[in-house]
């Protein structure tokens, strides 16, 4: 196992951090339909689960190289001794530099399973659950960008709730935002999880039972700090790029908003031809597939949904790329 990172990276102490259970974990490498000597890409690292399933289908000239973004999974990659892996510290949306930078032009397959993982959720001083009470960062790489606490500082009220409703489809987005704008005016400081939860328990109305009514706010924040949608429609392209001739995608999502975007992409790729109906052209002339979707879209096991209740909003896409010419 190699690491490459910036030589400005601070060292980070793991410490303690809560069990991870992989998500769709046969059905996502199974979708990568691996080749024991191919090259393959784990976009997202999280703990290493599906790397090192991929890993045990791999044969000795096979290689697997690892993104993540938070430098927490890139120390406990570590655990990984082994010369076919390696794990680089870069955004996933950075993909096709980063791997031009390891000599790689082409790869057989690539996995993205998107969203957060249980660590980051559990660790309070992470900032991203308001389930402890923690400074409110919500980065996922903590070595740069503005942590939530800071946006939440400086945002218009109107930048709030566009933030709030759309990252986080939350219909009292407009009660959450004056809420959090009133307290900034008193001078309350909003630099806790408990703090802003507390807003935001305080605007909405109690109608969903089950659910803290801080979920969707905390979503929205996380999402927009660390720009995933953004970065999930910068990286498809990429994939594409990057795929052989018969290359597999394979991307686990969390929500609509994540699903949407991959579920379009594909189509888009799929179904090229946007003209409208019966207009007068040969079929010849009509663009080809570059990506078709393999099977439909799979929900995780009933029996997996009651050992890990985290995966019941998962939905995983598998997509293949064509011969056709880039």
């Not at 969203?115 to 400074?135: A, H, L, V, Y």
């Not at 704008?181 to 507390?198: E, F, M, N, V, Y």
């Not at 039972?209 to 949608?229: K, M, S, Y």
Request: charged share 25%; with cysteine.
């Amino acid at each position: 196992m190699s690491v490459s990172s910036p030589s400005n990276i601070p060292e980070l102490n793991v410490g303690e951090v809560s069990a991870h259970i992989t998500v769709m974990l046969e059905e996502a490498v199974d979708g990568l339909a691996i080749q024991p000597s191919g090259i393959y890409v784990d976009g997202t690292f999280g703990r290493g689960g599906h790397s090192r399933k991929i890993l045990e289908r791999l044969g000795n000239k096979g290689r697997l190289i690892a993104l993540d973004r938070d430098l927490a999974a890139v120390s406990s990659a570590a655990s990984i001794q082994d010369a076919r892996f390696q794990i680089v510290h870069r955004h996933f949306a950075e993909m096709e530099d980063a791997l031009r930078g390891l000599g790689i032009s082409n790869v057989d397959g690539i996995l993205l399973d998107l969203g957060i993982s249980s660590p980051q959720i559990d660790i309070g001083e992470r900032g991203f659950s308001f389930r402890f009470d923690g400074p409110l960062d919500m980065r996922m790489d903590q070595t740069n960008g503005q942590t939530a606490a800071e946006f939440i500082a400086v945002a218009t009220e109107k930048k709030l709730v566009e933030v709030i409703k759309n990252y986080g489809e939350e219909r009292f987005a407009k009660q959450i935002a004056r809420s959090i704008i009133a307290s900034r005016t008193r001078g309350d400081a909003i630099s806790t999880t408990k703090q802003l939860a507390k807003i935001v328990a305080d605007a909405v109305p109690k109608i969903e039972p089950g659910q803290d009514p801080a979920t969707r706010t905390f979503q929205a924040l996380r999402i927009f700090i660390n720009q995933e949608l953004e970065e999930l429609s910068v990286v498809l392209p990429q994939c594409l790029r990057m795929l052989v001739p018969m290359g597999r995608l394979s991307v686990i999502s969390f929500h609509s908003l994540e699903d949407r975007i991959v579920k379009q992409f594909v189509k888009g790729e799929q179904d090229r031809d946007d003209l409208p109906p019966n207009f007068p052209v040969m079929a010849k002339d009509l663009p080809k597939p570059r990506m078709m979707a393999i099977g439909k879209p799979q929900k995780p096991s009933l029996a997996e949904v009651k050992k890990n209740p985290r995966s019941r909003s998962a939905v995983l896409r598998v997509a293949e790329r064509t011969n056709v010419s880039l």
